[in-house]
């Protein structure tokens, strides 16, 4: 039982799943104005990357 | 598509410009604490003439194109749509706008407002939805995406409340 339990304390993906929650949580602590610039930003730059692969995949099209 | 979406300057343009609105979606899921990349700006106008006729000279100043379907209608098109109370989907040229009105599942603006949040960008105060009036949206959604931000949003609600 105890080699069961071992074993799903160390299941990778439930591991990732705690770190994911606290780092959500931690997240949620922050005040919103910080959230909400990093938001913008991140949005900003996965615009810009989405763009850069489009236009790599359709040179000489805009 | 080519053109990248400047999320910050086109808050920064809207809250200028006087248009009261209360932003939604993404940029409201992200600044409640679960940030994850928005293709667009979703936001609930105040309904009123005055506003919304300051909103559609914004999006005509952005170069603004209502996308219907696959199609895009000149920027003549957006005061009919933004006028008649229905959903508009605007392409301008620093980012897609989801002008949401009339929609069943979003409250109206006057109740969004009562209860949004005032968060300060760059100085400018920027209206967020409330996290109840999110989670009641994201709740009556289908979407997967929906499905993912009500998990994370209900966690949030849960630290907020760990007596619920």
């Given at each position: 039982m105890k080699k069961?339990?071992?074993k799903d304390s160390n299941d990778p993906w439930r591991l990732d799943e705690e770190v994911r929650r606290r780092r959500l949580l931690e997240d949620a602590r922050r005040p919103m104005a910080v959230n909400l610039a990093e938001t913008i930003a991140l949005s900003e730059f996965v615009?810009?990357?989405?763009?850069?692969?489009?236009?790599?995949?359709?040179p000489g099209e805009s | 598509m080519t053109d990248s979406l400047r999320l910050g300057e086109l808050v920064e343009r809207l809250v200028s410009a006087e248009i009261r609105f209360v932003a939604v979606g993404g940029l409201a899921?992200?600044?409640w604490?679960?940030?994850r990349a928005t293709k667009d700006l979703d936001l609930?106008?105040?309904?009123?003439?005055?506003n919304l006729e300051r909103l559609v000279t914004l999006l005509r100043d952005l170069d603004g194109k209502v996308e219907v379907g696959e199609g895009l209608l000149t920027g003549d098109a957006i005061p009919t749509f933004v006028k008649s109370g229905d959903r508009t989907l605007v392409l301008t040229s620093l980012g897609r706008v989801d002008v949401i009105q009339g929609h069943p599942q979003i409250p109206r603006y006057e109740e969004l407002e009562a209860a949004a949040a005032t968060v300060e960008i760059e100085g400018l105060p920027v209206r967020v939805c409330s996290l109840d009036h999110l989670l009641q949206m994201k709740r009556a959604s289908e979407r997967p995406r929906?499905?993912?931000?009500l998990e994370a949003l209900e966690a949030i609600r849960e630290s907020h409340n760990p007596e619920r």
């Open positions: 069961a339990k071992d615009s810009r990357f989405a763009g850069s692969a489009w236009q790599a995949k359709n | 899921v992200g600044a604490g679960h940030v609930v106008p105040d309904p009123s003439k005055e929906d499905r993912d931000d």
